[in-house]
């Protein structure tokens, strides 16, 4: 999408350890103009698949994943996280790990509101090694419910995440696809 | 806002140790078409006010939040919620007790964009006792922005926290004031 790219090009800020900051827009302070923007953009995408709920992980998806449902009239459910084991037969639960951290973390929906007559769309604003994105799938898989799809902001396509994911046959549609990133003297390439 | 009472009844259950739950609709599973009639009532009161920017803090206020920000075409900022001591001189940093877990974090934002510039309205989903919002509220003072007021979706008018809030002047505008509940019956009365 030609307009997140330039986005990410005039205010994207690159830093040692791989980090693409965009907190200026999408995960601190949010440009809510321009993430409708985005919404109305995984709405075209993903518009004739029956999308009925849409499936995302605190705290960064939340604000994206609303500003998308509005167009396919549907609720959002968002994932927990979850720094204690949930013994709960109330909820499903995943396995996250974070590579950045080198911890894992459950996350958790409660089984109300995910079920088998759900037609998910999972949204979120980063894809890089894919394990927060597989383990959303996983809570749909155990709830029986079908993902339609993902939808991402920004995906890194340098990382292994989204590539392992396609290839599991699942549809991942992300907005803009870095191809390299250089820190020292700021350059970003999309595919 | 009688809309929200009625839904309120309808789906929210009320649990011993002053439980009111609505994760059917507002803080779990998300009903975005619903939270959008919400935000443009904070619209409606809020209209004239001159904000040029909405407060909240992760993770349930970011999604109404954000869905209010749309009527008032301004950005989201949500404050993060932080375990560790900050000393960064990049953030600005206030604290907030947890009468639930009876624990102490700070929330930050950075202070790259909360300026005195900003005309700020607070969003959240609950005030009971009003710790988060007065953390919210402290981290503008120390901004030097402006506070219009705060919309709050539901308020348990029975606790001290808005009563307390409004008499330092500041303009608290919830949705949905709970004048009592009762978990043994499962009633609930607004003001």
Known sequence: ??????????????????V????????????VDFLCKLGQEFYRLYADCGVNK????????????C????????????????RTLNLSNKLWTSRVHSYTHNTDHDVVVSKSYLT??????????FLANGSALSALIELCQKAGAEVVGAGIVIEKAYQSGGKAIRAR??????????ASMNAADGSITFC
Request: hydrophobic letters at 45%; aromatic letters at 6%; one cysteine or more.
């Open 169 to 178: 046959g699942i549809r991942v549609e992300s907005l803009a696809r870095v």
């Open 67 to 82: 500003l998308t449902a509005q167009y396919f009239h549907c609720p959002v459910l968002f994932a927990k996280k979850s």
């Open 116 to 125: 088998e007559n759900d037609r998910v769309l999972i949204i979120d604003d």
């Open 20 to 31: 693409l900051k965009v907190d200026g827009f999408l995960n601190h302070r949010m440009d």
């Open 54 to 65: 849409i499936l995302t992980i605190e705290a960064s998806g939340i604000g994206i994943a």
């Open 1 to 18: 999408m030609e307009l997140l790219e330039q986005k990410i090009r005039a205010e994207g800020k690159i830093r040692e350890g791989d």
